[in-house]
């Protein structure tokens, strides 16, 4: 398995944005697809958006398109989250999740194999 590492979450005012990244090491990263996933407090973790291995292909939870965009940089081992005008209900653990089948796109959290620790965020209204 891979390791991952997550970073990039902290509190933001309602309307404002976040960058998260994800470091992959220990395996090929070209070898999987990546996906983001976050679990509000007290709740089951919910699928955010996945990419495939080459980053032509992408997944989006209904919940945040058109505000969330996720990519990959496969020289620099790195997916990112680019979170654009965020809301209170995004508050949450966001994960990063590596799914050893290059072109899955999950959404499911089985499909994921490898999973970072998690950084939280936090928006105020």
């Known amino acids: 398995q891979v390791q991952l590492v997550e970073s990039g979450g902290g509190l933001v005012q309602a309307g404002g944005s976040l960058k998260l990244s994800c470091v992959v090491s220990?395996?090929?990263?070209?070898?999987?697809?990546m996906g983001w996933f976050r679990q509000p407090s007290g709740k089951g973790r919910e699928f955010v958006a996945s990419?495939?291995?080459?980053?032509?292909?992408?997944s989006t939870a209904d919940s945040v398109k058109g505000r969330f965009t996720i990519s990959r940089d496969n020289v620099k081992s790195t997916a990112y989250l680019q979170m654009n005008n965020l809301k209170p209900e995004d508050t949450a653990t966001y994960y990063c999740a590596a799914n050893r089948h290059a072109y899955g796109l999950g959404p499911s959290e089985g499909a994921f194999d490898s999973w970072g620790q998690g950084t939280q965020v936090t928006v105020s209204s």
């Open positions: 220990g395996g090929t990263f070209t070898n999987y697809a």
């Open positions: 990419i495939i291995w080459s980053g032509t292909r992408t």
